[in-house]
């Protein structure tokens, strides 16, 4: 629960200085990270997610059409994600609902650029309470380990004079 309340004040004090202030982490199998982002291209309404979640299949539930085009939702054991089939870069959401059950949306593109070294520094930096803060090019950063993957927070590093 604490680590759900500092999130929340952490959310809440970034929200004011940046867009895409969070980031998802995910290691692959294969290797390297896949990053998801709070912010991109791409918006549905959570009604609209609600509605699609309880389509996803393992192979694609049916193509469904939806404010940002057609749709086609996917269910594997690592959640839920929606393929937005007409989207130019923000194409795949990831679905993910908090301890209290609310609908939360990661893009699979947003406007952080980090490299893979950048991304591997934070995911090594994180821990269950939340790591020690990490600074990289113009963000401090602090990562959370999380059941999906590893959450960063990300706000900008002030100027030193």
């Known amino acids: 629960m604490r680590i759900l309340l500092l999130l ?27 990053v ?14 609600m509605e699609l979640e309880v389509t996803a299949r393992p192979g694609g539930g049916e193509v469904t059409p939806t404010s940002a085009g057609p749709a086609r939702v996917f269910e594997s054991g690592e959640g839920v994600t929606i393929s937005l089939l007409d989207a130019k870069s923000d194409a795949t959401l990831l679905i993910d609902r908090d301890d209290c059950n609310h609908v939360r949306v990661w893009h699979a593109a947003g406007a952080t650029t980090l490299s893979e070294d950048q991304v591997a520094d934070i995911f090594i930096s994180a821990l269950p309470g939340g790591g020690k803060r990490i600074t990289i090019g113009d963000y401090h950063i602090k990562a959370f380990v999380t059941r999906l993957g590893v959450i960063a927070t990300l706000w900008n590093a002030a100027a030193k004079k």
């Open 8 to 34: 929340v004040a952490l959310l809440a004090m970034s929200a004011a200085h940046a867009a895409d202030n969070v980031l998802l982490i995910q290691l692959q199998a294969g290797g390297g990270f896949r």
């Open 36 to 49: 998801w982002h709070t912010e991109g291209e791409s918006r549905l309404s959570d009604d609209e997610i």
